[in-house]
């Protein structure tokens, strides 16, 4: 009986060792040390240049998502046809649909000027649909920070997502953030510099030999003080003036988002760009598409109608 009562002793302890789920922790800890999917990005966003302030009533309305009904055109100039695959399924979160509704005035302020400046210049090479289905993903991909596998689960993580994209172009790369260096070759040149009017600000330096579909990778520290890559992102090119990346972040609408300032934290620990297409691929507008992956289930509903990469001007 002691036996017994010591086990079940060790396994609580054992099992409250473990951190907490991010999603259900309103994080406290200082801001600009976080990283990028840990904090709370409605505060982060306010230390860039590009904060999210509090958006004004009238401007929530504006900024409502889509309605269902809403049609699109596609490649054709048609009325695009919503979709909802019959063999998905939700889990019903009230969580995960607050978190949507609550952050889609911001994403719609910060984020889709971004995208809308991005297609206007969309040349239709494997690049540019490299970024393109980036953002197929972070406007209906309805996805979910977490640590499982998105097919299955409809939760993302930042190594998951630049794998994901990658694989519907047929190149299978790592979804381990801390094996992101052995990820295609490394863009020399590219670094970050501290500003020497400041002690805590940044700018990256070799913006110049960054192309659409880079990889950025930025580092943290373990408990043993060693550096390992703990986030990564798909470089969308230099957009209005700005070097421009998409990646999870865990509370945008569809935890993916854009960041265009490399002033603070992603400056501060930016590791190195990495390159998986050659100039040839690159700037190719023929090119294999396994299309978009529709999760067996969703975390948070669909909130909308979706609509296939090939219902879509540009495709995205």
Known sequence: MLKKLFALIMIGCFTLSFPVNPLDVTWAAPIIRAGPDEIDYSEYMLLLDNPRANIPSEEIEKSKPPSSSKATENLSGQAAKPIQPAESKTTTNNKYVSIY???????????????????????????????GRAIWYMEYGYMIYGHEKYPKSGLIDC??????????????????????????????????QKLSSSSSK??????????????????????????????????????????????????????????????????????EARRVLNSTERSSKSFSDSGPVIPQVYKLPPQGPIIQPEDLPGGF
């Open 159 to 192: 190594s998951n997502f630049v794998s994901l994209v990658y694989k519907d172009f047929g190149y299978t790369i790592t979804s381990a953030a801390r094996r992101y260096d052995t990820v295609g070759n490394k863009v020399s040149g590219v670094y970050s």
């Open 202 to 271: 940044y700018k990256l330096v070799g913006i110049d030999k960054l192309r659409p579909g880079d990889i950025m990778t930025f580092w943290k520290k373990d408990s043993q003080g060693k550096n390992y890559i703990a986030h990564v992102a798909i470089y969308m090119g230099k957009i209005n003036g700005k070097p421009t990346i998409i990646h999870t972040r865990k509370d945008n609408p569809t935890a993916i988002g854009i960041t265009n300032s490399f002033t603070y934290w992603f400056g501060e620990h930016f590791y």
């Open 101 to 131: 509704k609550n952050n889609y005035p911001a994403y719609a302020k910060e984020e889709l000027p971004i995208v809308e400046e991005f297609r206007s210049n969309y040349n239709g090479t494997l690049a540019h649909a490299i970024v």
